[in-house]
């Protein structure tokens, strides 16, 4: 996705990889997306729709408050 992700929404990215196979399987909130990169939840949800706007991540079926994506794998 390279030069598309803004600094954060990569360094949230290799965070989580580098942090093994269950934590990718364990996916993003909002919440864990906004602590991982120290920003206020508005910021986590923009920056996590724009990652589903360009493929990297994948938007689960329950919504509301209790959103959550998957990272993408291709």
Known sequence: FGPEL????????????G??????????????????ADVSGATATRDLTRLVEIGAIIRREAGGRSTGYDIATV
């Not at 803004?6 to 990889?17: M, Y």
């Not at 942090?19 to 991982?36: D, V």
């Open 6 to 17: 803004l600094p954060r929404q990569e360094a949230v990215l290799r965070r989580l990889f």
């Open 19 to 36: 942090q093994g196979p269950r934590r990718i399987a364990e996916g993003l909130s909002a919440r864990s997306y906004a602590k991982i």
